[in-house]
């Protein structure tokens, strides 16, 4: 018996369809990162991306557990002495809704190339319109 290694070619990604309103953040995104990186898949290999293209709707209506919203703090350096900069998921949320949702998939996601390639497969939309209907996506409940 040979292990089975799946080929970047002959992987078939669907595309998924996944309603944020009333969701809790860290549970949708760690579903939605693992639907990212293929690991629902009888073909998963982990150094090749065999993920599926997830648009998520509603995501300026996503929740916090507790008073997160008002504690949690991101942060991230221009690079330049005393350039630490931070900014609480309320002013975060409010100034870009997506964002939250997005940084929370990302950071669940390798840190690699490889990571960088099914981040691109994400499509983050703060209502329920969004551009992809013709892509047919399947509605999913998580």
Same mark, same amino acid.
């Given at each position: 018996?040979?292990? =089975? #290694?799946?080929?970047?070619?002959?992987?078939?990604?669907?595309?998924?369809?996944?309603?944020?309103?009333?969701?809790?953040?860290?549970?949708?995104?760690?579903?939605? $990162?693992?639907?990212?990186?293929?690991?629902?898949? &009888?073909? =998963?290999? &982990?150094?090749?991306?065999?993920?599926?293209?997830?648009? %998520?709707?509603? $995501?300026?209506?996503?929740? =916090?557990?507790?008073?997160?919203?008002?504690?949690?703090? !991101? !942060?991230?350096?221009?690079?330049?002495?005393?350039?630490?900069?931070? %900014?609480?998921?309320?002013? *975060?949320?409010?100034? +870009?809704?997506?964002?939250?949702?997005?940084? $929370? %998939? +990302?950071?669940? *996601?390798?840190?690699?190339? *490889?990571? +960088?390639?099914?981040?691109?497969? *994400? +499509?983050? !939309? &703060?209502?329920?319109?969004?551009?992809? #209907? $013709? #892509?047919?996506?399947?509605?999913?409940?998580?």
């Amino acid at each position: 018996m040979r292990s =089975f #290694q799946a080929k970047p070619l002959e992987v078939e990604r669907k595309w998924f369809l996944v309603d944020a309103k009333g969701k809790t953040v860290g549970r949708l995104a760690a579903r939605v $990162a693992s639907i990212l990186r293929g690991k629902h898949k &009888p073909i =998963f290999t &982990p150094n090749v991306d065999t993920g599926d293209h997830v648009v %998520i709707i509603n $995501a300026g209506h996503v929740e =916090f557990t507790r008073d997160k919203f008002k504690t949690k703090t !991101y !942060y991230h350096h221009s690079g330049f002495p005393g350039g630490l900069k931070a %900014i609480s998921a309320e002013h *975060l949320h409010a100034k +870009k809704p997506t964002e939250v949702l997005s940084k $929370a %998939i +990302k950071g669940m *996601l390798p840190k690699c190339s *490889l990571g +960088k390639q099914m981040a691109r497969k *994400l +499509k983050v !939309y &703060p209502e329920a319109e969004h551009i992809h #209907q $013709a #892509q047919n996506p399947i509605p999913l409940n998580l």
